[in-house]
């Protein structure tokens, strides 16, 4: 049985389903089986009566999976919104025994399962649980994507405090650029954002990826330009030994 791993975020809109199409797609050329999970999406568009995930969908299309799409992701909610509210008003309830469910097959086929979660760390799931809980009973350690911003610093050191106080491994920090930069503030922010974080924590740094603009739009960016951008902006060799 493979090893699952967690991604969560400082924040929402970090990047995170970015950065595990990046991880994926970097492990997978090291002979590794990998497989993806993203148990609860939301905000997912309705087409003809079905709910189409578009993260799960796009991480199924980059791992090249073959699992069954239901498996990768159970729980789909129309509304862009917090789990909990989006299940609220679609009238459904999330339950963590569907998702262990679907998370245990999934680790039966593959060398590493990266599941992605909805959010941050403490992301209402249910009306007495969280993010944080799903990845304490499934027992994963957890990687976390830092969004390149102003801020940044303040949410990944409450990130990791809590995840410690929780007693939850940590295995690295990735930080991404989500969005191109548009000032000079910006700019300022990002460039010193990684010696900040550097300085107050000693979470292996193990990226530091840029936009990517095209990246969900494989046929508009060729893979082995991606592939380019990737190693040298993931130390692929240790993120592999943190991992395995």
Do not use: W
């Not at 922010?189 to 494989?218: A, D, H, M, W």
């Amino acid at each position: 049985m493979g090893k699952g791993i967690f991604v969560t975020g400082t924040d929402t809109g970090v990047g995170k389903t970015v950065v595990t199409a990046c991880l994926v797609s970097l492990l997978s050329n090291t002979g590794l089986d990998v497989g993806v999970m993203k148990p609860i999406e939301t905000g997912c568009p309705n087409r003809n009566g079905r709910l189409i995930p578009g993260d799960a969908t796009f991480l199924k299309r980059v791992s090249h999976s073959k699992d069954d799409l239901s498996l990768i992701s159970p729980y789909r909610f129309s509304k862009p919104l917090a789990p909990l509210i989006a299940a609220e008003i679609d009238h459904k309830k999330i339950e963590i025994k569907k998702i262990r469910f679907a998370y245990q097959k999934l680790r039966e086929k593959h060398d590493i399962l990266f599941v992605e979660g909805a959010g941050g760390l403490l992301v209402p799931l249910t009306r007495k649980r969280t993010n944080l809980d799903l990845i304490l009973e499934l027992n994963m350690p957890i990687i976390v994507v830092v969004g390149s911003k102003l801020g940044a610093v303040n949410h990944t050191l409450l990130t990791l405090d809590r995840a410690r106080e929780s007693g939850v491994k940590i295995l690295g920090l990735l930080i991404n650029q989500p969005s191109p930069s548009s000032s000079f503030r910006n700019r300022l922010v990002e460039k010193t954002n990684l010696g900040l974080i550097r300085s107050f924590t000693e979470v292996p740094i193990v990226g530091n990826i840029p936009y990517i603009p095209l990246i969900s739009k494989p046929h508009l960016f060729p893979k082995p330009a991606l592939t380019n951008i990737l190693k040298t902006a993931i130390d692929v060799e240790k993120f592999r030994t943190l991992i395995v």
